[in-house]
């Protein structure tokens, strides 16, 4: 469940992420209350009410809960009270997912379904689930070790039991994996870093101390034995291509791999990615399949498919400014933007957010605000035109790093809206420069570089600003694996 009792929040991560999903509660229904002409502040708080929906949220199971949630929330509680009477009056529906009733109910139904299964090893935000499960996909078990990536995973994957969303040590779960899976598995999907790329006549890189998760990723599958393998992971992992091959030869799987770019399979962005798809030679041998038949079908699955530039990504959304006072990026502003905001777009999507989400339309933005940027990052953002980066002529004179410009050429580089986005990264948590707008002066938002991965505009990235960014630009664009999805199910 999303919410566990009060009384059992011990860790001081436990009570932040609490706090802030009721945050995002009061935030959405005073937000709805604006779009509806709903006067929040006159509503008085209906007890009875209130009761009964903190139940069904799950956080409370008796009148004596409500003292601990008091002194956790303090004056959010009130707010909360208000939030509650009121979607408790309406025929609303956008709190959903932070009812552990309904997901109760989502999970029941999920048990039941005979979809294909997988384990998701490294799962971060969830990108790489998130498109196994646009095709039809259950998960049976996710794993990764970054807290708020989970909670974003936990919260946009409401039929997924939490109890199959575990943190922790890979070693711990991939050693006592009979304590987790008890079904056949059909696919196994992850990502697992690897630190060493070793050349292939030195030592091997599953025999590298650095590359313990990568070793546990083959004992998982070695342990599970699912028909199918797909294992994304950086193109300088090529260097060690044979060796991963090797690897999964020895425990009873054919592997082939191949580089693949985002923008082939309709994602707004170059986003070149090395993919392994191994088949279970048991299995592969009773129906005839081959990874390289199936990596065939993958590359005619994608040969029509439309391709969409950064510009397709951008479109409407709300404009911004980024802030120019140090440490607030955090609040919300009209100008630089909110957490949480009214989408003044809805119904006039273009065909790539129309792809992106489904042909879905949303009541709401969600993680669209600018970063701070000093008066001198301000300025070469302006000046720079698009493609243009830091070794520019025009900024010469302003640029803070011109004397390290052979190491940090691309520090600064404007996008160019007419073309695939650059590959969207992790490291915008530090600065963004890399990923400036190309028509306002300011970087990309978090909500425009999950637009760009792909991301559909309702999945909610928790945690601290910076810390979106990193999610984000961690994972696998759902678009993207979503067509591995489709050529694996059609040969289950």
Not at 246 to 268: M, P
Not at 274 to 301: C, D, F, W
């Amino acid at each position: 469940m999303l919410f566990k009792n009060v009384n059992k929040l011990t860790e001081k991560n436990e009570k932040k992420f609490f706090i802030e999903k009721i945050n995002i509660i009061n935030e959405l229904v005073k937000k709805y209350c604006l779009k509806e002409n709903i006067d929040f502040n006159a509503v008085v708080a209906d007890e009875d009410r209130v009761f009964a929906e903190l139940v069904k949220i799950g956080f409370i199971e008796n009148k004596e809960d409500i003292g601990t949630a008091r002194k956790i929330l303090g004056r959010e509680f009130d707010v909360l009270r208000k939030s509650l009477t009121i979607y408790s009056q309406q025929n609303w529906q956008f709190l959903n997912k932070f009812y552990n009733s309904y997901r109760q109910e989502e999970q029941t139904k999920s048990s039941k379904s005979d979809k294909p299964k997988i384990i998701d090893l490294f799962c971060g935000a969830g990108g790489f689930s998130l498109g196994f499960i646009q095709e039809g996909y259950k998960v049976e078990l996710a794993n990764d070790i970054e807290p708020v990536a989970l909670e974003t995973y936990k919260y946009n994957h409401p039929d997924i039991s939490t109890d199959k969303i575990l943190s922790g040590d890979i070693k711990e779960i991939v050693n006592n994996i009979d304590n987790h899976v008890d079904t056949d598995i059909d696919v196994i999907i992850g990502g697992p870093p690897c630190q060493s790329f070793s050349s292939a006549n030195q030592q091997r890189v599953i025999d590298d101390p650095r590359n313990v998760l990568y070793t546990y990723y083959v004992k998982a599958v070695e342990k599970i034995q699912p028909k199918f393998v797909l294992m994304e992971n950086v193109r300088g992992m090529i260097k060690v291509a044979d060796q991963v091959v090797e690897d999964f030869n020895r425990i009873g799987y054919d592997v082939e791999y191949r580089l693949f770019d985002s923008s082939e399979f309709s994602v707004a962005q170059k986003r070149v990615r090395l993919l392994y798809i191994g088949v279970n030679r048991v299995y592969a041998k009773k129906h005839n399949i081959t990874p390289s038949q199936l990596m065939k079908e993958v590359e005619s699955e994608i040969k029509n498919k439309p391709r969409y530039v950064l510009k397709d990504a951008l479109e409407n959304i709300k404009p911004l400014e980024c802030p120019t006072i140090k440490n607030t990026t955090e609040i919300d502003c009209e100008l630089s933007g909110k957490k949480i905001d009214i989408n003044i777009y809805k119904n006039k999507s273009n065909d790539y957010m129309k792809l992106v989400n489904n042909n879905k339309e949303f009541d709401f933005t969600f993680n669209h605000k600018a970063r701070y940027q000093n008066e001198n990052n301000i300025k070469i953002y302006k000046t720079l035109q698009q493609g243009a980066d830091s070794t520019c002529e025009s900024i010469k004179d302003i640029m803070p790093y011109s004397h390290r410009n052979h190491v940090f050429k691309d520090k600064y580089f404007k996008l160019i809206e007419n073309e695939p986005s650059r590959t969207i990264t992790a490291h915008m948590k530090m600065d963004c420069h890399s990923h400036i707008h190309p028509s306002q002066t300011r970087s990309l938002t978090p909500r425009e570089a999950a637009r760009v991965q792909s991301f559909p505009d309702d999945y909610i990235f928790m945690g601290a600003y910076l810390k979106t960014y990193m999610q984000i630009g961690n994972a696998v664009p759902p678009l993207m694996s979503q067509v591995f999805a489709k050529i694996f199910k059609n040969n289950l």
